[in-house]
């Protein structure tokens, strides 16, 4: 029984963390599905989330729901200055451009935290209303910090899910990433779609990381974290945004079942091998429809 | 203004175009031959890291530059030739024979790696790669008893029969023989069949497809000479070195060799290797100018790194061929003096036009 009891915890806990990566994966389906091209910076967000969440938190002393609202609208302009500085001027370059510049993006944003003063390459915990609260169900032991982050990744993605269905703002989205052309065509500004879906996925790390930083350290390394959520969305084919998520669940879970059931060091790679299998087994994903290059 | 008068197609794929640049290259070999005669030992050792870093990164020019496939993970050829050769070396193996099995080891990793992802399209190799680098970083840390996890290892410096590599300038002389070599291998092999076919990949899959290019052959075949490059980079890292542990070859490394060809200038090898120069004395640029920068700056560990990373965007944004691009831009400025536009290095942009799901 308390084995049982112990498999069910730690595949709560990670289901929490799979929350996590499901969020962060998501910001990498959203700037695909948009612009084919695949944001390396994304986990360097989520760490800027948890650092301005920290900053408002502990430093400010700001109550905790206000911070969330706070880093999601900082990091969507974050987001929205960033796409307008550095990625506009790229529109119709190589993808290659465009994917190595996200990659020096990620790697100066994170030398450069370690500059700021007060945060520094120290590793810093964050108080939230949900620390050591628990909930007992049955023999199983819900902490709420774990609660907190799989309620707040519902409501997300439901919110996500109306704006891509009922708002027209949402439905020009989708069309333009479909076919851009035919959505100029239909008067819908393509660069605003563009600028929208950098905010909605910068938006979305920074909330994955004041959300993570509870249960981790906030930490400038923090960023490698996010880098396991891209298997998570090869996992779900790369362009589906359910997919995303079930892949950021799949991730999570093996993560910590591996962290709690093989020897040291697993954890850190199971999600890695399981990226390099499912590109050799099936590397369209889970939700992927086999894709044919079209001239 | 010089005039350029081609009488057969095999002047297309000459070695050196003007014999003025035969003579030129002629030169500065014997230049860097001379060198250590007439500077000090520090000098010399950061050139022998030029040398080192211009052969991996000849590597990942080959992959990126010329095949136009991104990889994340050269960090992980670079360990694998690294520890291979000090194994070896340290088991009573030669260094002669250590040296090609770190690059033989290298590209065959490279091959298995790069089979799956190299079907695909571009980005999932950069995707593997980088999911590869971190596997092989967790197992060197973790396979004690091969690689003594991270207490890293001793590896002694080389010696080739009766010559022992030992000082800077000798070591120095090693390093750049095998740059020469490397480079010649590099310049032949692309101007082969093999070559054009990778650079025709470059330029448009689709078109290579079509006039009969196999793509995953191809790929593959770049991807593990690239990999082979850079384990043999790997294996003189090693012993220039002379201790390895596996935080020298973390994702930061592997960002630091895109620096360098991005920052030298993509699809050139003269790029891999003023990229190298860059990427090396940057630091000792920095350590010069120390009295100018801000305090907040100047102390932290974090400089060097956010300075690649912010060359990375702005050459990629303002100069995307890089040094040797902007070099060819005025050199071309003189020669044509009063006739230059600058739409003659302006470059097409593409727009999806085709439907996606």
């Known amino acids: 029984m308390s084995f049982v009891n112990e498999i069910l915890q730690t595949i709560f806990s990670g289901i929490a963390m799979g929350c996590i990566y499901g969020l962060v994966a998501l910001g990498f389906v959203l700037i695909y599905k948009g612009t084919e091209v695949i944001n390396f910076a994304q986990g360097e967000m989520m760490m800027l989330g948890a650092f301005i969440g920290y900053t408002l938190i502990t430093i400010l002393g700001f109550p905790y729901w206000a911070t969330l609202l706070l880093v999601i609208l900082i990091l969507g302009i974050f987001g929205m200055v960033l796409e307008k500085v550095l990625l506009r001027p790229l529109i119709g370059e190589p993808v290659f451009a465009i994917v190595m510049l996200t990659v020096g993006l990620g790697y100066f944003i994170r030398s450069i935290v370690t500059m700021v003063p007060g945060w520094g390459t120290n590793a810093y915990g964050l108080k939230t209303p949900f620390t050591e609260k628990f909930v007992r169900y049955g023999q199983l032991v819900l902490s709420w910090e774990h609660l907190a982050i799989i309620f707040i990744t519902i409501v997300l993605i439901l919110a996500l899910f109306c704006f891509f269905r009922f708002t027209r703002t949402g439905v020009a989205m989708r069309a333009a990433s479909q076919n851009q052309l035919a959505a100029v065509y239909m008067g819908i500004s393509v660069n605003r779609v563009f600028s929208l879906i950098w905010i909605i996925s910068a938006a979305l790390g920074g909330c994955a990381g004041i959300l993570l930083s509870p249960i981790t350290f906030i930490h400038f390394n923090m960023g490698f974290l996010g880098l396991k959520a891209l298997p998570a969305a090869v996992l779900g084919g790369f362009k589906s945004i359910p997919g995303a998520i079930v892949g950021g669940l799949i991730i999570g879970i093996t993560d910590s079942l591996s962290g709690a059931y093989l020897p040291l060091g697993w954890k850190d790679i199971a999600a890695y091998i399981i990226l390099i299998f499912i590109l050799i087994i099936r590397p369209e994903g889970l939700f992927g429809i086999p894709l044919k290059k079209k001239v | 203004m010089r005039f350029l008068m081609k009488r057969n197609y095999y002047e297309d794929i000459k070695l050196f175009k003007y014999r003025s640049t035969f003579l030129w290259y002629i030169a500065l070999i014997i230049g860097s031959f001379l060198l250590p005669l007439v500077s000090g030992n520090y000098f010399i050792s950061q050139l022998t890291f030029i040398c080192l870093y211009s052969i991996a990164a000849i590597g990942l020019m080959l992959l990126t530059g010329y095949t136009g496939q991104i990889s994340l993970g050269h960090a992980a050829f670079l360990a694998i030739g690294a520890y291979t050769s000090a194994i070896l070396t340290v088991r009573g193996i030669p260094f002669i024979l250590a040296l090609p099995a770190a690059g033989i080891l290298a590209a065959g990793v490279g091959i298995l790696i790069g089979l799956p992802a190299l079907r ?64 010649l291998a590099a310049k032949n092999i692309l101007r082969s069949p093999t070559g054009r076919a990778i650079i025709a990949i470059r330029d448009s899959e689709v078109a290579a497809q079509a006039i009969g290019i196999s793509l995953p052959k191809y790929k593959t075949l770049s991807f593990s000479v690239s990999a082979f490059y850079t384990g043999i980079a790997g294996s003189l890292y090693a012993h220039k070195l002379t201790f390895i542990n596996p935080e020298s070859f973390t994702l930061g490394v592997s960002i630091e060799l895109m620096a360098i060809i991005i920052i030298g200038g993509l699809g050139s090898l003269h790029g891999a290797i003023y990229g190298a120069i860059f990427v090396i004395f940057l630091p000792q640029l920095l350590i010069l100018m120390k009295d100018y920068i801000p305090q907040l700056f100047s102390g932290q560990t974090g400089l060097n790194a956010a300075l690649y990373g912010l060359m990375i965007i702005i050459f990629i944004i303002f100069e995307p061929t890089g040094i040797y691009g902007r070099w060819l831009k005025i050199k071309f400025n003189f020669e044509m003096f009063p006739l230059y536009r600058r739409g003659t290095f302006r470059r097409e942009k593409k727009y999806f036009k085709v439907e996606r799901k």
């Open chain 2, 120 to 183: 695909l399209s571009g980005l999932y190799l950069a995707i593997a790669t980088m999911a590869f680098a971190i596997i092989v970083e967790e197992i060197l840390l973790r396979w004690v008893t091969l690689t003594r996890g991270s207490l890293g290892m001793v590896v002694n410096p080389p010696s080739i029969g009766p010559w022992s590599f030992s000082t800077e300038k000798s070591y120095y002389y090693l390093v750049l023989i095998l740059l020469i070599l490397g480079v």
